[in-house]
């Protein structure tokens, strides 16, 4: 047994023996700390029946479904929008010109530098006393979106900045003017590489939907509350949209992972297999 | 505005219950961290599993969730804990999680050349973590740790949603009270940014410290 990063390999027979043992140990230990929690639930009488059935109540599940679907609904809509707003302030940021580069860092860093809940309660408490009142879809998806768009646009940045130079070059060899070069050259490139990162940003914005627990929206978290509540369930209820959460999430980072393998084995068999990639950026002209 | 400086005092208090929440959290984040990071590279096959099974629980679900079993749940299982020690054992429990993801690979980040040197020195699995490997990667692991101190503040923010009066709980709360949206939530925003671009300031400080030159 060899692991990946080489801090122990082959093992001989005494080490193999002592790692049995320590195998052992360990099952022994978790399963230990297993039944203790499962014992401590039957004392504090949270495995009775009684709390367990309303979860697979027809009525009640299709609650919490319905929440679902408003969740997926929030992801899915903040992360299209944030994508967009996202790659627009950051390729922003990257202009040369101050009067655009300027206003676009200053929105990304606010943005990831306050916490969305924060964002969350000036939409839901501050706006009204302006006059403007949104509908809460928007009260809990514009702030989501300014954030994680916010944390995109570093990611694009990101991504441009580490294009190799060379490209830019090219662009400019053939005569392609800034935005040319960026519209035809650059962004294909970033958004091939930033595919898993697209993915990763439904997760976000998934997980920060949850925040419709704060302004009352009928989300999966804010449903579950219901629910917990209504059935005086509440441990039940959440283990429960934990489970659904975490099931949907992971599904998708395991997309977010396939998408990212795939292009690691072509890279470095098609591109230059004697010279790494250190040399072709030192190189480059800058 | 004039009212906003007449109780600038309350704002100061959540300020403060901020800085507490991530300055409490963060270290219990950091040793969770640590022992998960450590299990998910050790040669034990039980331990392995079970802290990344832990590690993906926890990074899929929202924090918020995480918060409200942690607040609302834990009395249940006959387990009474005052509000703020709860949201700080909730953030220290998510954020462990992604402590164990930069431990994991701040150890990868160790030249391999290190680890067989150590090895061949005579050291044992845990001599070389504890004596060659563990220094070397939180050094390197300086500026991602302290990206997630910084994630943890702001953070912290939503134990507003569970009650506690922490900087967001207080705007929101100075809001209700002067219905004075703009300036309450500007001061939050600058007391959000007094935390991280301190904290972002530091780590810069500590990192060219502690920098391993190769």
């Known amino acids: 047994m060899t692991s ?49 059935e309303p979860l697979i109540q027809w009525p009640n599940l299709r609650y919490l479904l319905d929440g679902l679907l408003t969740t997926l609904e929030i992801g899915l809509v903040a992360a299209a929008l944030s994508l967009v707003f996202g790659t627009l302030s950051g390729l922003g940021r990257l202009s040369s010109h ?5 206003p676009c860092a200053a929105a990304v860093e606010l943005f990831r530098a306050i916490p969305l809940i924060l964002l969350v309660y000036f939409f839901l408490i501050g706006l009204p006393t302006f006059g403007w009142s949104l509908p809460t879809f928007w009260v809990l998806t514009i702030p989501i979106v300014l ?13 441009v900045n580490s294009l190799d130079r060379g490209q830019f070059d090219a662009a400019a060899a053939i005569g392609l003017r800034r935005g040319q070069t960026m519209r035809l050259v650059v962004l294909p490139q970033v958004f091939r590489a930033l595919r898993p990162a697209l993915v990763t940003q439904v997760i976000r914005t998934l997980k920060e939907s949850s925040l419709g627990y704060v302004v009352s929206y009928p989300e999966l978290l804010r449903n579950g509350q219901v629910i917990g509540e209504y059935n005086a369930n509440f441990l039940q209820t959440y283990a429960l949209t934990a489970v659904i959460y975490i099931v949907i999430n992971f599904g998708l980072s395991r997309i977010a992972d396939l998408l990212d393998r795939p292009r690691r084995p072509r890279r470095t068999t098609a591109a230059s297999p004697a010279v790494p990639t250190v040399p072709s950026e030192t190189l480059s002209l800058r | 505005m004039s009212v906003l400086f007449a109780h600038l005092g309350e704002l ?77 054992l909730g953030l220290g429990l998510y954020f462990g999680a992604y402590v164990c993801e930069t431990v994991r690979s701040g150890i990868a980040g160790v030249p ?15 001599g070389v973590l504890r004596q060659v490997v563990l220094p070397q990667a939180f050094r390197s692991m300086v ?71 190769r």
């Open chain 1, 4 to 52: 990946d990063t080489g801090l122990f390999d082959e093992l001989g027979p005494k080490a193999r023996k002592r790692l049995r043992i320590a195998t052992v140990v360990s099952v022994v230990v978790l399963i230990g700390l297993i039944a203790g929690a499962v014992a401590q639930l039957a004392h504090v009488q949270q495995l009775t029946a009684r709390l367990w």
């Open chain 1, 98 to 102: 101050r009067w655009l580069s300027l």
């Open chain 1, 147 to 159: 954030h994680a768009g916010a944390v995109f646009a570093e990611i694009v940045r990101a991504g």
């Open chain 2, 12 to 88: 100061l208090t959540g300020l403060l219950t901020t800085l507490e929440l991530a300055v409490l959290s963060f270290p219990l984040a950091l040793v969770a961290g640590t022992v998960l990071g450590v299990c998910r590279v050790s040669p034990i096959g039980p331990l392995q599993s079970a802290a990344g099974f832990y590690v993906h629980c926890l990074r899929n679900s929202p924090l918020l969730l995480i918060l409200v079993m942690v607040v609302f749940g834990l009395p249940y299982l006959g387990a009474t804990i005052p509000l703020f020690g709860s949201v700080v």
């Open chain 2, 112 to 126: 391999i050349g290190q680890i067989e040197a150590a090895r061949a020195l005579g050291l044992t699995f845990s």
């Open chain 2, 143 to 213: 500026q991602p740790l302290g990206t997630i101190f910084i994630n943890v503040s702001l953070a912290s923010a939503l134990g507003a949603a569970v009650g506690v009066q922490e900087l967001t709980g207080s705007a929101r709360q100075f809001n209700l009270d002067y219905a004075q949206p703009v300036p309450s939530f500007i001061a939050a925003v600058v007391g959000y940014l007094l935390i991280t671009l301190t904290a972002g300031q530091l780590t810069g400080v500590v990192e060219r410290k502690v920098r391993v030159r």
